[in-house]
């Protein structure tokens, strides 16, 4: 059943992204056609998924947090990018086909995520009609910036040159560099929709908690990080426990947030 929802949601952000980004025939051509490249292939949408699912819950519409969601998209497209790059995780191939500077090079690549990085600033200061508009920009700054992302970046980087990494550094990293942007997404949906504080922060902490299963379920697929340190099975013992703890946080929305139950239930089957 949540496939299905985030088979259908999908579709809709897809569309909706397609008319935020410049069109491949717009000068300068070879920037627009990258980031096109890079967005409109085959992402499955979690991020907008939970932030237009928060704000309904906090009585919102699709239709307001729909700019929202695509710009947390834009900003997450941006971070593969450059994370693909050789002088970051050196990947070739992102969601089954060339990575961006696989087919543009690296300039490019580079470009086309700071475009898209920029984008979502543009998208999201057009929603002058969203009520503290100013507070979500700030929060989606601070969860994605030194502080946020972009940190936890920086120190996974410095991890892979360390022989022995400890937990504290593991659960850093895992916080700031893929849980951040979660939980910014279902605070922000939050907010869009007009949640009172209990509302936003039991949101924005379920979404911290989903983040921190989804980067361990990831790191067990990888072999590193928690894998390293529990071992498989203790690892998605540890992914469990958050995800029930982030379950537990939706009791204050009762039924209406069973498919945010689905949704952290579903971050413990991902497969690469
Ligand atoms: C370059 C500043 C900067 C940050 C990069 C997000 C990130 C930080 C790096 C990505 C590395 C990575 C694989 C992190 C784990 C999070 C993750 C599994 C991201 C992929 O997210 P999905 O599964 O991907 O939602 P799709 O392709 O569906 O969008």
């Given at each position: ?7 259908r949601h999908?579709k809709i952000v897809?569309k909706e ?256």
């Amino acid at each position: 059943m949540i496939a299905g929802r985030l088979e259908r949601h999908k579709k809709i952000v897809d569309k909706e992204l397609a008319g935020y980004l410049p069109q491949r025939s717009q000068y300068p051509q070879v920037i627009h056609e990258a980031m096109r490249y890079s967005v409109l292939n085959g992402g499955k949408r979690l991020r907008p998924f939970l932030l237009v699912e928060s704000c309904r819950l906090c009585g919102g519409s699709e239709k307001k947090a729909l700019p929202f969601a695509c710009a947390i998209e834009l900003i997450h497209s941006y971070s593969l990018i450059h994370d693909d790059m050789p002088s970051m995780d050196n990947a070739d191939t992102r969601r089954s086909r060339p990575a961006c500077h696989k087919k543009y090079g690296e300039a490019i690549a580079l470009l086309a995520g700071d475009g898209l990085l920029t984008l979502a600033f543009n998208v999201m200061a057009r929603q002058k009609h969203t009520a503290g508009l100013a507070d979500i920009i700030f929060e989606i700054s601070k969860a994605i910036g030194s502080f946020g992302m972009v940190g936890g970046q920086v120190m996974d980087l410095q991890a892979k040159n360390q022989k022995k990494i400890d937990l504290p550094l593991i659960e850093y990293i895992n916080l700031h560099k893929t849980a951040s942007l979660i939980a910014a997404a279902a605070r922000i949906g939050a907010m869009v929709g007009g949640g009172n504080v209990r509302q936003i922060d039991a949101l924005r902490k379920y979404g911290e908690y989903t983040g921190l299963a989804f980067q361990i379920v990831d790191d067990i697929l990888d072999r590193d990080g928690y894998a390293e340190v529990f071992g498989t099975s203790g690892a998605a013992d540890e992914a469990r426990r958050f995800v029930e703890r982030a379950k537990g946080l939706l009791d204050i929305f009762g039924r209406k947030a069973d498919s945010l139950r689905s949704f952290a239930d579903h971050v413990m089957t991902r497969k690469k």
